[in-house]
C-alpha cells in the first residue's frame, strides 16, 4: 500500500529580531549583535540582494575580540565594540580596545586602541569569504558554498559566471592568503595609540557608494517635546524613511521607499502608497514620485482589469483568503493625490497624475458586485478594511474632481451615501455589548464574526477640502462603540493594537493577521480615533506605540508580538518582521504628528489645526514640515492649545 507522500515543509526564514540591519538601499548590512560575520545565516553585506561579503571575521593576537555592545548609529551604520586582553598587564582587565563601524555598502573602519603601559606588538588578521548568493536563496536554505578566493590588489576577490566581489584593505596587509580568505598585520601600538584598518567592499573595484542612493524628497523636519523620547522617535523615522529610498529603474529620477529590510526591499504597491501618504507632512515629494511610479504600471485598454494598479496577493492570516494588494493601491491612489493636493502638490503635477486618478474610479465603478460592496478578489469576501478603502476612495476622489474642475464627483458622492446604508445595515453584527462590524462578509452573505484591526480602517475617513475631514462608514453611535472596542484590552495590548482581538477563536500573539500588533494598523487607528475625538483610546495607543518603540531603539518593526503588557514586562519581537519597515518608519511621523491635528488646503491658502485635547505627551514642537512646499513649524501646549510658529506668507490659519 502506497503511503501518501507529505507536502514539502516551506522553508522558514532565518530569524533576524536580534540582527543589527544596517541600511542605504539597495545597500544593506546585517550583523549578529558582535559584529563578527561567520558566513552562518543570513547575516552578510548585500548589495540590490546579492550578498557580496559574508564572512568577516577578526581576531587580535590570535584569539576573539570579547564583544561588549553592539548599537546602531544611524540607519545606515553601526558600531560594535569589543575588548583584548594581551598579557602584557598583570591581572584581568583588557588593554585592547576594538571597535568595528559597519556601514550599509560595507565599508568598515576597525580601530584598535592600546592601554597597555609598554607597547604591544599585536598580529590583525582577517578571514573573509562569500557565496555571491541571491537573499531570496539565503532566505529559502539555497545558499551555496564559500567561492574560492584570488589575491586582489590590497585584498580579495571572489567570482562566479559574471559576478565579482572585491574588498580591499587601507593600509594594505602585509600578507594576504588566497587559499584561506585570509588578510593579516603587524600592529605596533604605543601606549595610548590607535591604529585603523578600512576595509571597502563592492561588486567591483569602485570606491565606496555614497549613503544615498537617490536624491530625498523628504524634509529634514524635527519634533521635541516634554518627553524626550519624542525627538529620538521622529528622528529614527525619518532616518529610515530615507535609507529605504530605491530609485524606479524605469524613471531613475523617481524615488519610492521599499516595503522594509531584509525581506522586501523593493516596491510594495499599497505599502509604499501608504507610507507616501503618512509622510506627507515632511513634503510632497515623495507621494509625487510614488504616484508616477505606479501610474506607469496601471492597467490600460478596456478589459475587465483596465485601470488597475497590479499588486500580488497577501496572505490574510487563517480567517480569510490573502488579498490582492493591487486592489488597495488602486483605491489608495485618488486618495492619495487628493491628501498630496491639499498638502501643496504642484497644480501641474496634479492635473499629470489626474487621468491615472479617473481610471482607477473607473476600474472601481465596474469592479463594485451587485450587491454595492467590492470583493477582494473577485470572486471572494467582502472584506470590511475594503469598504473602508472604497468609501474613502469615492468621497476624495469627488473632492479631487470638484477641485480640478473635472466632472463625476455627485455621483460617487452618491455612491458613497449608498455605501454607508448598506455597509451599516449589512456589516454591522448587533449585541448586548453594543455589537461590532463583521471582518468580512462571505460571498453568500454571511458575516464573519471577528473583530480583527482592520476595523481600524473605518475611521480613517481621509482630508477633503476646507480642513474638513470626509464622513465615515459609521454612525456617530457605532463610531463611540467601535472606538470602545479598540481601546479595551483585548484590542489594546499595552503596546499597540492587536490584529485580532484576544478573544477571538485563532487568536496568536504572534500572528501576522491573527494578533501581532502591525505598527500600520495601530497608527491608523490612533490618528482615526484622535480625528474622531476619542482622546482617550487615542492616547493609550500612543502611549503603547511610543514605549514599544523605545524598547526597540526607536526603529519598530512592521509587527511584534501582542503579549498583554505587564508591570516589567517588553514587547516581544517577531522573528520574521521586517525592520525597518516603511509603514512602521512613516507609521511613527504620522502618529507623532496627529497630536498636532494639522488639516492643510493649499490651494486655497488656509491650514487648520485641531490638536488631540489634553496634549498626552505635554508639549510638543515641530519645526521643518512642509505645506504648500514651504517650511512649517507648529507649537502645541500642555493644555493642549496648537499654534503656527513658521508658515509661507500666503498661508492663513483657517477654522
Known amino acids: 500500500m502506497a503511503h501518501p507522500v507529505p507536502p514539502a515543509r516551506r522553508p522558514e526564514l532565518p530569524p533576524v529580531h536580534g540582527a543589527v540591519i544596517c541600511l542605504a538601499a539597495p545597500c544593506l548590512a546585517i550583523s549578529p549583535e558582535h559584529g563578527q560575520l561567520t558566513g552562518r545565516g543570513i547575516d552578510g553585506v548585500y548589495r540590490a540582494g546579492l550578498r557580496i561579503l559574508s564572512r568577516c571575521v577578526l581576531r587580535v593576537g590570535g584569539r576573539d575580540p570579547v564583544a561588549v555592545q553592539g548599537r546602531s548609529l544611524g540607519a545606515d551604520r553601526a558600531a560594535f565594540t569589543a575588548t583584548v586582553r594581551t598579557g602584557a598587564e598583570a591581572g584581568p582587565d583588557p588593554d585592547i580596545s576594538v571597535e568595528r563601524v559597519r556601514h550599509a555598502d560595507g565599508t568598515e573602519r576597525i580601530t584598535l ?113 516634554d518627553d524626550p523620547r519624542v525627538e529620538a522617535w521622529f528622528r529614527t523615522s525619518v532616518e529610515d524613511l530615507g535609507a529605504l529610498l530605491l530609485r524606479d529603474p524605469d524613471q531613475p529620477g523617481d524615488a519610492f521607499v521599499a516595503a522594509g529590510a531584509p525581506w522586501r526591499l523593493g516596491l510594495a504597491q499599497a505599502e509604499s502608497l501608504w507610507a507616501a501618504r503618512m509622510a506627507l507632512p515632511l513634503g510632497t515629494g515623495l507621494a ?32 480569510l483568503p490573502p488579498g490582492c494588494t493591487g486592489t488597495e493601491a488602486t483605491l489608495a491612489f485618488p486618495v492619495v493625490l487628493a491628501e498630496a493636493r491639499l498638502w501643496g502638490l504642484p497644480e501641474e503635477e496634479v492635473a499629470r497624475l489626474l487621468p491615472t486618478a479617473e481610471r482607477c474610479l473607473e476600474w472601481l465603478r465596474g469592479a463594485l458586485g451587485e450587491d454595492g460592496f467590492l470583493a477582494d478578489p473577485d470572486p471572494g469576501p467582502r472584506r470590511c478594511e475594503t469598504q473602508a478603502h472604497v468609501h474613502r476612495a469615492a468621497l476624495l476622489g469627488a473632492d479631487l474632481l470638484t477641485g480640478c474642475g473635472r466632472p463625476g464627483a455627485e455621483e460617487w458622492r452618491d455612491r458613497a451615501a449608498r455605501l454607508r446604508e448598506m455597509f451599516r445595515a449589512e456589516f454591522w453584527i448587533d449585541g448586548p455589548d453594543g455589537g461590532r462590524p463583521a471582518a468580512a462578509l ?59 482581538a484576544s478573544r477571538e477563536p485563532g487568536h496568536n500573539p504572534f500572528g501576522h493577521r491573527s494578533g501581532a500588533v502591525r505598527v500600520h494598523e495601530s497608527v491608523v487607528a490612533l490618528s482615526g480615533l484622535a480625528q474622531a475625538g476619542f482622546e482617550k483610546e487615542a492616547a ?54 496627529a497630536l498636532a491635528g494639522i488639516r492643510p488646503d493649499a490651494p486655497a491658502g488656509t491650514v487648520a489645526l485641531h490638536p488631540l485635547p489634553g496634549a498626552p505627551l505635554g508639549s510638543l514642537r515641530f519645526s521643518g514640515l512642509r505645506v504648500s512646499e514651504q517650511p512649517f513649524g507648529v507649537r502645541v501646549s500642555r493644555l493642549g ?3 503656527v510658529e513658521e508658515a509661507a506668507d500666503a498661508l492663513q490659519l483657517g477654522g
Not at 551555496?144 to 571572489?158: D, F
Not at 492597467?299 to 487563517?318: C, D, F, Q, S, T
Request: aromatic share 2%; net charge positive; charged share 20%.
Open 288 to 319: 509625487a514620485a510614488t504616484l508616477r511610479v505606479l501610474a506607469r504600471s496601471q492597467v490600460e485598454g478596456r478589459g475587465p482589469g483596465a485601470g488597475m494598479i497590479p499588486g500580488p496577493l497577501r496572505g490574510a492570516g487563517p480567517q
Open 113 to 225: 586602541r592600546s592601554y597597555a603601559a609598554r607597547s604591544v606588538r599585536l598580529p590583525v588578521e582577517l578571514a573573509l569569504g562569500t557565496d555571491l548568493a541571491e537573499l531570496a536563496a539565503i532566505a529559502a536554505g539555497r545558499a551555496g558554498p564559500e567561492l574560492p578566493a584570488a589575491v586582489h590588489a590590497a585584498g580579495l576577490r571572489w567570482s562566479t559566471g559574471g559576478t565579482q566581489a572585491v574588498i580591499t584593505a587601507e593600509p594594505a596587509p602585509d600578507d594576504a592568503l588566497a587559499s584561506s580568505g585570509l588578510l593579516r598585520w603587524q600592529l605596533e601600538l604605543g601606549p595610548g595609540e590607535a591604529r585603523t584598518i578600512e576595509l571597502r567592499t563592492g561588486r567591483d573595484r569602485t570606491a565606496r557608494a555614497s549613503a544615498g542612493q537617490v536624491a530625498n524628497p523628504l524634509a529634514e523636519a524635527r519634533a521635541e517635546g
Open 540 to 593: 493609550g495607543l500612543l502611549r503603547g506605540l511610543l514605549d514599544a518603540a523605545e524598547t526597540f531603539g526607536y526603529r519598530l518593526p512592521e509587527m511584534y508580538a501582542a503579549e498583554q503588557r505587564t508591570t516589567g514586562s517588553a514587547p516581544l519581537p517577531h522573528p520574521a518582521a521586517c525592520r525597518p519597515a516603511a509603514v512602521a518608519a512613516a507609521g511613527g511621523v504620522h502618529a507623532l504628528v
Open 442 to 500: 462571505h460571498p453568500d452573505g454571511r458575516p464573519l464574526p471577528r473583530l480583527t484591526g482592520a476595523a481600524a480602517h473605518l475611521l480613517d475617513t481621509g482630508l477633503l477640502s476646507g480642513g474638513r475631514t470626509a464622513p465615515g462608514l459609521l454612525d456617530r453611535t457605532r463610531t463611540e462603540q467601535l472606538a470602545r472596542l479598540l481601546g479595551a484590552p483585548a484590542m489594546d495590548s499595552g503596546w499597540g493594537l492587536r490584529s485580532m
Open 641 to 643: 492649545l496648537g499654534m
